[in-house]
């Protein structure tokens, strides 16, 4: 596989992820995880897979799911906040119904002020993964791992291809992400 798609195999660190479940990842500094579940699939489909995430590699997809990871955590930070207020509100507001209106309006000038941040690199992240799971899948038939890689996609669940595997800085392929 290594020689079809030109990539020096070696160099990769290969983790194994001790569940039944299917999926692996590509993380950054040339990580390779996979689960126990797709080891258990025949030579072809777990060629197919490995396939997909050298595509990640070649791609640089880690490096790119990293650096946006961190766009985000801004973001994130102003959600927690957001939600602590919120919280805050909800214990107040009993007390202090005075307070109630004035509560209101300071979570909705927040939404609209501070809150696109989140949203945007919210976004920002999901088009990020989209497009990288494309260009690997690309990747992929590119080696000659078409056919393989789609007789795996269809052995999954119509709703298998949605949401994370792995940690920050990974992309990843399996059966509850791709
Ligand atoms: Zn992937």
Redesign the pocket.
């Known amino acids: 596989m290594g020689r079809r798609a030109s990539f020096d195999t070696s160099r990769l660190a290969l983790f194994v992820h001790e569940t039944a479940e299917l999926n692996?990842?590509?993380g950054a500094a040339r990580l390779l995880f996979v689960t126990e579940g797709a080891l258990r699939r025949t030579d072809s489909e777990l060629e197919a897979l490995l396939a997909?995430?050298l595509?990640?590699h070649r791609g640089l997809?880690p490096i790119a799911t990293t650096i946006v990871w961190w766009l985000a955590l801004p973001g994130e930070l102003l959600a927690h906040i957001f939600a602590a207020l919120r919280r805050l509100g909800g214990r107040l507001s009993p007390r202090l119904p005075a307070l109630t209106p004035i509560l209101a309006v300071v979570l909705v000038i927040w939404q609209l002020c501070v809150m696109w941040l989140y949203y945007v690199g919210k976004v920002l992240m999901q088009r990020t993964?989209r497009v990288?799971?494309f260009v690997?899948?690309g990747a992929a038939v590119q080696w000659g791992y078409g056919a393989e890689l789609l007789a795996l996609y269809r052995t999954l669940p119509d709703d298998a291809r949605c949401g994370p595997y792995g940690p920050p800085g990974t992309?990843?392929?399996?059966s509850s992400?791709?």
């Open positions: 692996a990842a590509a997909h995430e595509g990640h997809h993964a990288s799971e690997a899948d992309a990843s392929i399996g992400a791709f």
